[in-house]
C-alpha cells in the first residue's frame, strides 16, 4: 500500500504553466539530440532522465503514489509542446505516460508492486491480442510476442493485451502486467518514421501472472475498475480509453506546429532557384501558412473541449453517452491523418530542398506519417461506428 511518504500534496505539484514552461525549456536539447537518437533508434538516457526529472509522467499518476493526478488536458498540452522539437519524445511521453492512469485502474496491490519502493517506475506496453493464456489456479500463464512496446528499454514492467477464450461465451480482452524479470525486450525497430520510439517487440515465455495484476477490458468501458476503490478522485472515472487514443495522435499536433514552424524559418529566407520568387511573397505559401495554424488551433480546441466537457462530467457525478464516447474517439482518430495530410501540403512549396533529410521539416512529414498507421489513428472503423448510430445502427467498435 502507498505509504504517507509517497503522497504528495496539492501545494507540491507543479502549475499546469509551469510544466508546460519546463517543456519548452527542453526543446533547444531535444533538437540537438534528435541526429543522434534517430540514429541510435531509441532515446539517449539524459532524455528520459529530464522528462522524469520535470515530472511529466507523474501528471497522471495518483497523488497517493507520489503523482500529481491532473487533469488529461496538462498532459497533452506538454506531449504538444515536446513534439514541437520532436516526435519521437513525444510518442514515447504520450504513451509511457499515460500509463500511469491504467495503473491507477488495477488493483492496488498491483499499484504497491510497481510504485511502491519507486514512484518514478515507468511501465511500456504493447496491447496487440496476440498472447496464448492459460487459466490456472490463482491467475493465468502467459505467452507470446508483442510488438511495438515504445520506450521498453527505460521501463521496469509492461502491460501486455491478450483474450482469454472461456468454454462457454464471447473472448474477454485483459491487460497483463508483468515484470522486467518476467519477459525479453527483442531489438528489431527499424521504420521510417519515429525511429527513436524504440518500440520493440516483448518476448514472454511461459509467465505467471496473478489475477490482481490484470485489467479487464469491460471494467475499463463501463468505469467499474478495482482501482477507483482506493483512487477516487474525478480523473480516474473517465472510460480509459479515452485517456489512451489521445496518448497516441496528440503528439501530431505538435508535429505539425514545429512543420510549421520550420516552414516559416525557410519561408522567410527562401528564394526559388527556378523563379526568382521568394516564398514570403507566394500566395500558395502564405495561405498554406494560415490554414495550417488555423487547423492547429482547432484541433487543439477540440481536443481541451472535449475533457474539459469528460471532466466536468465526471466531478458533478454524471455519466458519457455512448454517442459522447464515439465522437470523442473518433475525433481523436482522425488527427493522425489530419496532420500527416497538412504538412504534406507544406512540403511541396519549399521545393527540392525539402526532401533532403538534413531539412528541418522532412523528420515531421516522416514521424506524422508513421504516427498515423496506428490502429487507434485509423478512423474508418470508429467512423462507421459513429455514423452508423447516427443513422439508428448498434455501434461497431466498443473500445471508447
Same mark, same amino acid.
Given at each position: 500500500m502507498a505509504t504517507a511518504a509517497a503522497h504528495v500534496l496539492d501545494d507540491q505539484i507543479p502549475s499546469r504553466e509551469e510544466l508546460v514552461r519546463r517543456a519548452r525549456a527542453m526543446l533547444p536539447a531535444l533538437k540537438a539530440r534528435q541526429s543522434e537518437a534517430y540514429a541510435a533508434r531509441r532515446l539517449p538516457a539524459e532524455t528520459m532522465r529530464e522528462m522524469i526529472d520535470a515530472g511529466f509522467f507523474r501528471i497522471l499518476q495518483p497523488k497517493r503514489y507520489g503523482g500529481y493526478e491532473m487533469d488529461p488536458q496538462v498532459f497533452f498540452d506538454v506531449q504538444m509542446t515536446v513534439a514541437e522539437a520532436c516526435m519521437s519524445t513525444a510518442w514515447v511521453l504520450g504513451v509511457v505516460g499515460c500509463h500511469p492512469y491504467q495503473l491507477a485502474l488495477f488493483d492496488d496491490r498491483a499499484q504497491a508492486e510497481v510504485w511502491g519502493d519507486n514512484p518514478d517506475t515507468l511501465v511500456s506496453s504493447s496491447y496487440q491480442p496476440v498472447g496464448k493464456v492459460e487459466v490456472v489456479e490463482g491467475g493465468f500463464r502467459l505467452s507470446g510476442r508483442w510488438g511495438f512496446s515504445s520506450g521498453s528499454e527505460y521501463c521496469d514492467w509492461v502491460l501486455l493485451g491478450s483474450l482469454i477464450f472461456p468454454e462457454s461465451g464471447p473472448p474477454e480482452m485483459r491487460t497483463f502486467l508483468l515484470p522486467r524479470k518476467d519477459y525479453k525486450i527483442v531489438d528489431n525497430w527499424h521504420t521510417f518514421g519515429l525511429q527513436a520510439t524504440g518500440s520493440q517487440d516483448i518476448v514472454v515465455e511461459n509467465a505467471f501472472i496473478p489475477e490482481y495484476r490484470t485489467h479487464k477490458a469491460t471494467d475499463g468501458f463501463n468505469c467499474t475498475n478495482p482501482g477507483q476503490a482506493v483512487n477516487t478522485g474525478p480523473l480516474y472515472k473517465l472510460p480509459w480509453a479515452q485517456v489512451f487514443v489521445r496518448s497516441v495522435s496528440t503528439g501530431c499536433i505538435g508535429g505539425v506546429q514545429g512543420a510549421l514552424n520550420a516552414f516559416v524559418d525557410i519561408g522567410k529566407k527562401r528564394v526559388s532557384t527556378n523563379t526568382g520568387k521568394a516564398t514570403r511573397q507566394d500566395g500558395n505559401a502564405i495561405q498554406a501558412a494560415a490554414r495550417t495554424q488555423s487547423a492547429i488551433d482547432e484541433m487543439k480546441a477540440?481536443?481541451? &473541449?472535449?475533457?474539459? @466537457?469528460?471532466?466536468? =462530467?465526471?466531478?458533478? +457525478? +454524471? @455519466?458519457? =453517452?455512448? @454517442? %459522447?464516447?464515439?465522437?470523442? &474517439?473518433? %475525433? /481523436? /482518430? %482522425?488527427? +493522425? &491523418?489530419r496532420c500527416a495530410d497538412l504538412i504534406d501540403d507544406l512540403m511541396p512549396l519549399l521545393g527540392g530542398r525539402a526532401i533532403y533529410t538534413d531539412s528541418p521539416i522532412i523528420r515531421y512529414w516522416l514521424d506524422t506519417n508513421a504516427a498515423r498507421a496506428h490502429v487507434a489513428n485509423d478512423p474508418n472503423l470508429i467512423g462507421a461506428s459513429l455514423g452508423g448510430m447516427y443513422m439508428g445502427e448498434q455501434p461497431q467498435d466498443t473500445f471508447v
Open positions: 477540440v481536443l481541451y &473541449r472535449n475533457f474539459d @466537457e469528460m471532466m466536468d =462530467t465526471m466531478r458533478s +457525478g +454524471g @455519466e458519457l =453517452t455512448l @454517442e %459522447q464516447r464515439i465522437r470523442y &474517439r473518433y %475525433q /481523436s /482518430s %482522425q488527427v +493522425g &491523418r
